[in-house]
């Protein structure tokens, strides 16, 4: 089984590399989705994949890149899916 969740990050997370760390992250994790800066300074992540390899990519992005300084993960939403309809995991510019 498969999930969708939807994170919102908070902290010093745009400007400073966050986002190509999160596709690396993905990458290593074989997880889906995107990332994308938000207009009040944080950024949202859709991340589809595994159970435990959405707990492990989670982790990492909670460590933050080496400029980065993520103070909150917010889960958003999350739904089960029965496949990965994309394994792609893209930067989503504005």
Same mark, same amino acid.
């Given at each position: ?29 074989? &997880?889906?989705?995107?990332? !994308?800066?938000? @207009?009040?300074?944080?950024?949202? =992540?859709?991340?589809?994949?595994? #159970? ?17 300084? &993520?103070?909150?993960?917010? !889960?958003?939403? @999350?739904?089960?899916?029965?496949? =990965?309809?994309?394994?792609?995991? #893209?930067?989503?510019?504005?």
């Amino acid at each position: 089984m498969f999930y969708k969740n939807k994170y919102i990050i908070s902290g010093r997370v745009q400007g400073v590399g966050f986002r190509r760390f999160a596709q690396r992250c993905a990458s290593d994790y074989s &997880v889906g989705g995107y990332v !994308k800066n938000l @207009s009040d300074g944080s950024v949202e =992540i859709e991340a589809i994949g595994e #159970r435990d390899k959405l707990e492990a990519f989670l982790c990492k992005i909670y460590q933050g890149s080496w400029f980065s300084n &993520v103070e909150n993960i917010e !889960k958003i939403d @999350s739904i089960q899916i029965e496949s =990965i309809p994309n394994s792609e995991f #893209r930067i989503v510019r504005y």
